[in-house]
């Protein structure tokens, strides 16, 4: 085959499925490693295969995050907004969350109504609030607390966590300063943020359209990240 034939992305792409997969194998045997340390007795190893596999958790949203973009940019994402329950939308990522919860002792706080019904697109969202959890899990102290709630006819996701909180640079502009450099020091590519405003960006309504907002504060006092959707 020629190599002009080549798609470059194309190939990014198919090799980053395949990562995805590795990290998916590489993170359950991680967890079950983690479980004999902890039955042994062994606190010190299993403090230090938590800090692994929350690495790796957030390794493995990035990965799909990618994934996204590129049927997003290839415009082959079958987007689907339609009604869906928050209750269930945030209890299902929460679940998938659950052993780094566990694993790191995090004290959950989930405030939502059971009849709380939004219109987005489910996978989208469940990508966002994963982003943000894995985010609230690295930075909290001990607690994370996730709430939804409509205010001034936008449907409010708030991710909030008992950290130190965002540096002030990524207050500045609401989180979208974020997606526009590379960190080197930190390693931070800000692809979460950027993948997060762009989910917000592509829910519109009545000429609304959605925003992700990154504050400090909340109920304590750390980090709130906040997707609003119309």
Sequence with gaps: MPLQDISFTDLIASSIHDMKNSVNVQVNALEKMALQSRAQGDQSGFDELVL????????????????????????????????RSV??????????????????GIALDVQCAPDCYGY??????TGVLLN???????????????????????LALRVEDNGQGYPS???????????????????????????????????????KQGELIIENGGAYGGGCFVLKLP
């Design 87 to 104: 209750a269930d939308v945030i209890s299902e990522t929460l679940l998938q969350m659950r052993t780094v919860f566990e694993f790191k």
């Design 52 to 83: 692994v596999i929350n690495q790796a958790h957030r390794m493995n949203a990035n990965l799909i995050q990618l994934l996204t973009l590129y049927k997003l940019g290839k415009s082959i994402y079958p987007i689907d907004i339609d009604e």
């Design 120 to 125: 987005f697109d489910r996978d989208l969202v």
């Design 169 to 207: 640079h990524l207050l500045l502009a609401e989180g979208v300063a974020a997606a526009k450099g590379v960190n080197f020091l930190s390693g931070s590519t800000g692809l979460g943020f950027y993948f997060s405003s762009l989910v917000a960006q592509l829910h519109q309504n009545n000429g």
């Design 132 to 154: 943000a959890l894995n985010n609230a899990c690295n930075y909290t102290q001990d607690k994370i607390r996730v709430t939804a709630q409509f205010e001034n006819g936008f």
